[in-house]
């Protein structure tokens, strides 16, 4: 699942500076969450692990700010619960090879 804050939010990149700080602080705040329900291995949130996730087999790039391996359904149904919490979206990805975008954060 790759979790991503809307442009509107503030988190994608080139943001206006007056909403980074808040950003960033919800941003962590967010992935320590999402660590305490799957594990510090369930969660990728560093830049050089989140730029395999970028793209998918289509031309069009979107990084997401974390990527979660829920390793159950009641994981997907706290993940989504976190989410809506944060007001960050989900987008879910399989092998990521997919021709039109869809599984990119968006």
């Known amino acids: 699942m790759h979790l991503h804050k809307s442009r509107v939010g503030g988190l994608a990149r080139g943001a206006p500076k007056a909403w980074r700080p808040a950003a960033f602080t919800m941003r962590r705040t967010i992935i320590r969450d999402l660590e ?3 594990g510090t ?3 990728l949130s560093s830049t050089e692990d989140l730029l395999l996730y970028e793209y998918d087999g289509s031309v ?9 391996f829920p390793r159950g359904k ?21 092998a990521g090879t997919g021709v039109s975008g869809g599984a990119l954060a968006r």
């Open 60 to 68: 069009e790039e979107a990084r997401p700010d974390a990527i979660v």
């Open 36 to 38: 305490k329900l799957v």
């Open 74 to 94: 009641q994981d997907v149904v706290e993940i989504v619960k976190l989410a809506n919490r944060y007001d960050v979206s989900i987008v879910g990805r399989g």
């Open 41 to 43: 291995s369930g969660v």
